[in-house]
T-cell receptor, first 115, second 115 residues
Framework: AQKVTQAQTEISVVEKEDVTLDCVYE???????LFWYKQPPSGELVFLIR??????QNEISGRYSWNFQKSTSSFNFTITASQVVDSAVYFC????????????FGTGTRLKVLA | EADIYQTPRYLVIGTGKKITLECSQT?????MYWYQQDPGMELHLIHY???????EKGDLSSESTVSRIRTEHFPLTLESARPSHTSQYLC??????????????FGEGSRLTVL
């Protein structure tokens, strides 16, 4: 069965600090996709990144970076030099390539960036 | 910009009323989903569809029903609303092309309050 665990319920940082959000997943499939979404206070879900299981290269996009490690089944998300606008709930999600086409979300991590 | 639309955005109704939450997408996606979410909390998959005339129940039991008569339209119906149905309902769609799972595109959500 597929499962996504985001153990950090809430994180508070001061502006300009770096912060890492953890995501650990479980799947029996060899082909799968991992995602990160941001949900700001306005409520909409904003897609941030998709990564397939065969691509373990880390990715950087501006202040955002992602570290995918199959050996530890983790797909962690780091925000460098955090800003108040980064305050949101962040969700990690998993979709297996075979079978049901379901996307399973973690419970989310609420990030508060204080000015 | 994702082309997926939900109406109504906000709905306040009395117990026992029948309601339909509308969801439409113009991207031609086969896969569509309904998630239930209390604000800032975990997303629970309640229904999904592989395509026209296909609907499946999600991981969270729900008294709602769905239909998929047209590719672009995936409405959710509650025959008799109760206060326990008060929540935000998020519709999403995705593309599965050449064996690659795409990201979920989300609507802005329908926030339902049952008095």
């Amino acid at each position: 069965a597929q499962k996504v665990t985001q153990a950090q319920t809430e994180i508070s940082v001061v502006e300009k600090e770096d912060v890492t959000l953890d995501c650990v997943y479980e799947t029996r499939d060899t082909t799968y996709y991992l995602f990160w979404y941001k949900q700001p206070p306005s409520g909409e879900l904003v897609f941030l990144i998709r990564r397939n299981s065969f691509d373990e290269q880390n990715e950087i996009s501006g202040r955002y970076s992602w570290n995918f490690q199959k050996s530890t089944s983790s797909f962690n998300f780091t925000i460098t030099a955090s800003q108040v606008v980064d305050s949101a709930v962040y969700f990690c999600a998993l979709s297996e390539a075979s079978g049901t086409y379901k996307y399973i979300f973690g419970t989310g991590t609420r990030l508060k960036v204080l000015a | 910009e994702a082309d997926i639309y939900q109406t109504p955005r906000y709905l306040v109704i009395g117990t026992g009323k029948k309601i339909t939450l509308e969801c439409s997408q113009t991207m031609g996606h086969d896969k569509m989903y309904w998630y239930q979410q209390d604000p800032g909390m975990e997303l629970h998959l309640i229904h999904y569809s592989y395509g026209v005339n296909s609907t499946e129940k999600g991981d969270l039991s729900s008294e709602s029903t769905v239909s998929r008569i047209r590719t672009e339209h995936f409405p959710l119906t509650l025959e008799s609303a109760r206060p326990s149905h008060t929540s935000q309902y998020l519709c999403a769609s995705s593309e599965y092309l050449a064996g690659v799972t795409g990201e979920l595109f989300f609507g802005e959500g329908s926030r339902l309050t049952v008095l």
